[in-house]
């Protein structure tokens, strides 16, 4: 029985049948707020769930517990252990339903675990968390100031923070957030399209001749769903090759435009990635800028993973030239460690988002209202109703410094280049690049007994390919850890670590690969026998 003090309404004349109840009987849901005298059985119901979530949050960074507790979409859609997704028809308990909670978090994924190596969002910041608990609990929207007076001076003192690291000067910058950085690089394009061409606002694309933008072999996918999604089309994206490393080769560029110039074709934008999603690459901004410049083309640099390192004095070097793009991604919820999800888009135009997306709905964005008009936000937007993603960056700000965010991007990094150390001297591990990683990606493959001495070839390609995913199974099921594997251009699946959760540590590291190697080794004897 929970220790709730249940105060129940028996009927809809509370002052009258207001009865206090023992534990026979659990309250519902209709005990809670507004009912009147709810406020024990809300208060009681909340630490309850503070409790449980308290409790997730410790297990969550405890090397002993799971990572996760995995089963197959059928086990969890029948229903686990008296955990089940249907709905009733009669309402439950408050009991229940701080049993479904927990039983929500048992099976879902440790994501701020030290040994949970899988994404690039990471981590269990604390107070972020508590910054999305008072977001939700304000349960606004971030489109009028009248709404949201605090959280929409937030945005704008966070967005001018960040305009500021990136390099821009006072007079120029603007900027949203919005959800995922794939939204943020739609943003990117759509308006350099209407900075080009503002007649496709009303006219559409077939006001324009056929638009061409350019993005490199390693970038993320957003660029080409940017492409389909505004009818530019996906075709009409060209993609610049990479070298070895994976960053845009500026020659492959600037050739790439002229073909697409002798073909009649309008070039008008250029991606270049700072912290490709695979290798961690960046991309030569400066170089990708001058000829951006020549051609009258619009820079937009997709920052989202490659972001947080702005804050760090050592590595913001590896950005260099981000300050001459004229937008960049930067996604908070990365490499900075913000809870899920918060992302902006920063513009160096002032005024630009605003007259690419207004359309000036009188409903909502009344121009008679009693204050200054210009911090009804929303109209920016491709929006209507935004959630508030701004609050937990700024307390997070306010907790750490910059100087607390620039200490967990160094310590990430350091993780990064600790196993790239070990995975050198390590005769059953190989690197898919050899030189020190830029970012916090290390890319590598586990290589059995029976590979180590196999000269390269498609055999070799075609055994190899199959031994990350069945380790990544293994380990799944095992739960103790998570990393992801992904096959890349020519190149057949191979591990990606990535760091970005501060409580990882260099004994997680050591784990890891310990990890791989003893479930590779069950499991690669089973593949070199099948085959
Ligand atoms: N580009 C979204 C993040 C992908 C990843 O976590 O690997």
Not at 331 to 342: E, R, S, T
Not at 463 to 488: C, F, S, T
Not at 500 to 522: C, F, K
Request: aromatic share 10%; net charge negative.
């Amino acid at each position: 029985a929970l220790p709730l003090r249940v105060c129940i309404k028996d009927t809809w004349e509370p002052e009258i049948f207001l009865i206090e109840r023992g534990p026979d009987r659990v309250p519902l849901c209709l005990d809670l707020l507004p009912a009147l005298s709810g406020e024990d059985t809300t208060k009681g119901f909340f630490q309850e769930l503070v409790n449980i979530l308290f409790s997730y949050v410790c297990k969550s960074f405890r090397r002993s517990s799971k990572v996760l507790d995995f089963h197959h979409p059928h086990q969890l859609r029948v229903g686990l252990e008296g955990f089940s997704l249907e709905l009733p028809d009669q309402p439950e308990n408050l009991e229940q339903l701080l049993v479904d909670c927990k039983d929500t978090l048992k099976y879902g994924v440790k994501t701020g675990h030290p040994r949970f190596f899988n994404q690039l969002s990471s981590g269990l910041d604390v107070i972020g968390l508590a910054g999305e608990w008072l977001t939700s609990t304000a349960n606004t929207n971030m489109f009028t100031y009248e709404v949201s007076p605090v959280f929409i001076l937030m945005e704008e003192v966070l967005l001018r923070k960040m305009q500021e690291i990136v390099g821009w000067s006072e007079v120029e910058g603007d900027g949203v957030f919005c959800p995922g950085g794939t939204m943020s690089n739609l943003y990117s394009v759509l308006l350099a399209r209407y900075h080009f061409f503002p007649e496709v606002k009303t006219k559409g694309m077939t006001a324009l001749p056929r638009l061409i933008l350019f993005t490199s072999a390693h970038s993320h996918y957003s660029v080409k769903k940017s492409a389909a999604v505004l009818g530019i089309g996906s075709e009409n994206v060209v993609v610049v090759k990479c070298n070895d490393r994976g960053k845009m080769i500026p020659a492959e560029l600037e050739s790439s435009i002229v073909t697409a110039k002798d073909q009649g074709c309008v070039p008008f934008y250029v991606n270049a990635t700072a912290g490709t999603t695979v290798y961690g690459a960046f991309d030569p901004l400066n170089a990708i800028a001058d000829i951006c410049e020549s051609h009258g083309l619009w820079l937009h640099v997709d920052a989202a993973w490659g972001g947080g390192l702005l804050m760090s004095k050592l590595h913001r070097v590896k950005l260099q030239g981000i300050e001459r793009a004229w937008s960049v991604t930067w996604n908070p919820h990365k490499m900075m460690g913000a809870p899920l999800q918060c992302s902006a888009i920063l513009v160096k135009k002032r005024g630009l988002l605003q007259d690419c997306n207004q359309l000036c709905a009188e409903y909502l964005f009344q121009t008679d209202k009693h204050y200054d008009t210009s911090y009804d936000t929303g109209d920016k937007t491709i929006q209507c109703g935004r959630h508030v993603d701004v609050f937990k960056l700024w307390l997070m700000w306010k907790a750490k410094g910059s100087e607390g965010f620039e200490s967990q991007v160094n310590k990430c990094l350091e993780n990064a280049e600790h196993l790239f150390d070990k995975l050198k001297e390590r005769p059953d591990f190989e690197l898919v690049f050899k030189s020190k990683p830029e970012h916090s990606n290390v890319c590598f493959w586990y290589i059995p007994p029976s590979l180590r001495n196999m000269p390269p070839g498609p055999e070799r390609n075609r055994r190899l390919h199959e031994v990350a995913p069945k380790i990544k199974a293994k380990m799944m099921e095992q739960g103790m850890a998570m990393i992801g594997y992904q096959p890349l251009g020519d190149k057949v699946n191979f591990f990606r670590c990535v760091f970005s959760n501060p409580a990882t540590q260099t004994e997680d590291v050591d784990y890891l690969l310990e990890e791989i190697a003893r479930l590779g080794h069950d499991i690669c004897i089973r593949i070199e026998t099948d085959l």
